[in-house]
């Protein structure tokens, strides 16, 4: 098992950058693919992108790339998610998760607690 704590969250301008940090402690951490999530009030849950166990392929979905960035520290069990040019819809709940190497893309076992993001205009 693996357990993730984010943080980094807060209040913006748009315009602004925050950048997310998920760490993990308990089971081998470079056994696990990373994603991030973003869950608005009333809306579903969202993939934001994910990270494999080296940090180099690292995919994003239409609407974050090149404006969010991911990053991963294997040695300190970190990853984390840099975003730049935010708008107010980038304001949600966002959540890190991993899920095993060689699992379904939609199989994310383990989850944190969230780290809410406003963006103000």
């Known amino acids: 098992q693996v357990q993730l704590t984010e943080s980094g969250g807060g209040l913006v301008l748009a315009g602004g950058s925050l950048t997310l940090t998920c760490v993990a402690s308990?089971?081998?951490?470079?056994?696990?693919?990373v994603g991030w999530f973003r869950q608005a009030p009333g809306k579903e849950r969202e993939f934001l992108a994910s990270v494999g166990w080296s940090g180099v392929s690292i995919d994003y979905v239409d609407s974050v790339q090149g404006r969010f960035f991911l990053s991963r520290d294997n040695a300190k069990k970190k990853v984390s998610l840099q975003m730049n040019s935010l708008i107010p819809q980038d304001t949600a709940a966002y959540y890190c998760a991993a899920r095993p190497m060689g699992s379904s893309t939609n199989d994310y076992h383990y989850w944190g607690q969230g780290t809410q993001v406003t963006v103000s205009s």
């Open positions: 308990g089971d081998t951490f470079t056994s696990y693919i």
